[in-house]
């Protein structure tokens, strides 16, 4: 794998040193954590949006559509 130098504080570089050995990481592991993290964050942000997007379409196709909670409380409850 090809490696690069990055440039960083040394008040950086020691709080990546801390963080990563309070986890028992390398600094490289910590920084590919945070990448996975922030990955996940972006691919839970686009299915909320896209669920958003299918609610809005379906209000204006349905209308709005009454909670379903009392009903299944009510079916519930008469067994």
Request: glycine share 2%; charged share 35%; aromatic share 6%.
């Amino acid at each position: 794998m090809e490696q690069q130098t990055l440039t960083i504080s040394q008040a950086l570089y020691r709080r990546l040193e801390t963080e990563a050995q309070l986890q028992s990481l390398s600094i490289e592991q910590l920084i590919e954590q945070w990448e996975h993290q922030l990955s996940e964050i972006k691919r839970r942000q686009e299915a909320g949006r896209v669920i958003k997007e299918t609610f809005k379409k379906m209000k204006a196709k349905y209308g709005l559509m009454p909670d379903s909670a009392e009903l299944i409380r009510e079916d519930r409850d008469s067994r």
